[in-house]
T-cell receptor, first 114, second 112 residues
Framework: GQQLNQSPQSMFIQEGEDVSMNCTSS?????WLWYKQDPGEGPVLLIA?????ELTSNGRLTAQFGITRKDSFLNISASIPSDVGIYFC??????????????FGKGITLSVRP | KAGVTQTPRYLIKTRGQQVTLSCSPI?????VSWYQQTPGQGLQFLFE???????NKGNFPGRFSGRQFSNSRSEMNVSTLELGDSALYLC???????????FGQGTRLTVV
């Protein structure tokens, strides 16, 4: 089945630093989504991307839909302590209807040192 | 607009029992998906309902089932609970199922 690869599993950065996370797949997707999950809570949608090459920002977050449609990255600039959490990428298949569903990466746990 | 609501938030059950979890999607959303989240396996897709019909199913045993009502509210049921069913169960709603999905806070199920 479809798989999304996120690595490394954990990242440790200093407050104020920028951080970039990648998500890759062996198959193409037509939608890429980035989520953040705090402990004990459900994932919260950060950014949605719908077109190859698309670059979208949401405050200090910027995400891009790779031109090959097989990858996406999320960049967080000037990190702050509340950026701590698990970041998931998700993608959906080109087919719609019966085959439409999201596939999630395993997530990257981000720690921010004050 | 109210978000996705899952009830209950926490649940403790004994092995062999059954459990029903509830999810109320965002108003107007017709697709409800369920996921199981555990530390070792991450987010695993259980099933998706769209307009009261199961449209997609993940790779879980038949003990896991669900349904969707005409108002788009959904329930999932797990019968004959096993210790390994302990997890955070998340529900997500969206317009079509393959676009922006919004999650509830989840139900933390502990099987003892």
């Amino acid at each position: 089945g479809q798989q999304l690869n996120q690595s490394p599993q954990s990242m440790f950065i200093q407050e104020g630093e920028d951080v970039s996370m990648n998500c890759t797949s062996s198959s193409i997707f037509n939608t890429w989504l980035w989520y953040k999950q705090d402990p004990g809570e459900g994932p919260v949608l950060l950014i949605a991307l719908y077109k190859a090459g698309e670059l979208t920002s949401n405050g200090r977050l910027t995400a891009q839909f790779g031109i090959t449609r097989k990858d996406s990255f999320l960049n967080i600039s000037a990190s702050i302590p509340s950026d701590v959490g698990i970041y998931f990428c998700a993608g959906s298949y080109p087919d719609t209807g019966a085959n439409s569903k999201l596939t999630f990466g395993k997530g990257i746990t981000l720690s921010v040192r004050p | 607009k109210a978000g996705v609501t899952q009830t209950p938030r926490y649940l403790i059950k004994t092995r062999g029992q059954q459990v029903t979890l509830s999810c109320s999607p965002i108003s107007g959303h017709r697709s409800v998906s369920w996921y199981q989240q555990t530390p070792g396996q991450g987010l695993q897709f259980l099933f998706e309902y769209f307009s009261e019909t199961q449209r997609n199913k993940g790779n879980f045993p038949g003990r896991f089932s669900g349904r969707q009502f005409s108002n788009s509210r959904s329930e999932m049921n797990v019968s004959t609970l096993e210790l390994g069913d302990s997890a955070l169960y998340l529900c997500a709603s969206s317009n079509q199922g393959d676009t922006e999905a919004f999650f509830g806070q989840g139900t933390r199920l502990t099987v003892v």
